[in-house]
């Protein structure tokens, strides 16, 4: 069973609109960690936002904001004001802290573009 | 440097040939992983290190990938005979803490093409 589900595979938003992208997770842990990472067609990840499985407020930084709904479990991420330079690939990703070391999970992505 | 370097950043293979990835993390960084990208899919991990002890490498798809980390700072990922199948991006990360319980970092990643 997939982990983390990314069911959006493309988003078109209009710049300086908010955006949501959908992510939902899957695991038996209780102590757990939410992620969002950004690349742009350059290949680098580059890491966006955190949400510890224990918070109990929504993670935000700066433009970017965690929708972090633990019974459903989803972990959306929202975008406020989108910027031309947003467009890109938002990958999902979770770790669980139930095991020895802490790989990351990603889903499959969502291509954001952010029309002018 | 700062960031996460990876070496070479685009390489092109004959099916069959023997390739290594290197990757160079920040300095100081106990945890290190591989990450496999697939075109047009999220990466998926390969292996981790934590310094020089390979603590898991359960991601590795077959016995032809093999990484090492000989003394805790550069790490080599090795594929031999490679199959078309292994034309991927790898991604190598290095975090700060053992077990990488905390920000990973990535590198700008290989793109290996296997003819």
């Known amino acids: 069973a997939q982990k983390i589900t990314q069911t959006q595979p493309g988003m078109f938003v209009q710049e300086k609109e908010a955006v949501t992208l959908d992510c939902t997770y899957d695991t038996s842990d209780q102590s757990y960690g939410l992620f969002w990472y950004k690349q742009p067609s350059s290949g680098e990840m580059i890491f966006l936002i955190y949400q510890g499985s224990y918070d109990e407020q929504n993670a935000t930084e700066g433009r970017y904001s965690l929708n972090f709904q633990k019974a459903r479990k989803s972990a959306n991420l929202v975008i406020s004001a989108s910027q031309l330079g947003d467009s890109a690939m938002y990958f999902c990703a979770m770790r669980e802290y139930g095991g020895s070391q802490g790989n990351l999970i990603f889903g499959k992505g969502t291509k954001l573009s952010v029309k002018p | 440097g700062a960031g996460v370097s990876q070496s070479p950043r685009y390489k092109v293979a004959k099916r069959g040939q023997d390739v290594a990835l290197r990757c160079d993390p920040i300095?100081?960084?106990?945890?290190l992983f591989w990450y496999q990208q697939a075109l047009g899919q999220g990466p998926e991990f390969l292996t981790y290190?934590?310094?020089?002890?390979?603590?898991?490498k359960s991601g590795l798809p077959s016995d032809r990938f093999f990484a090492e980390r000989p003394e805790g700072s550069v790490s080599t990922l090795k594929i031999q005979r490679t199959q078309q199948e292994d034309s991927a991006v790898y991604l190598c990360a290095s975090s700060s803490t053992s077990g990488g319980y905390n920000e990973q970092f990535f590198g700008p990643g290989t793109r290996l093409t296997v003819l």
């Open positions: 300095s100081g960084h106990v945890s």
């Open positions: 290190f934590q310094n020089e002890a390979q603590l898991d």
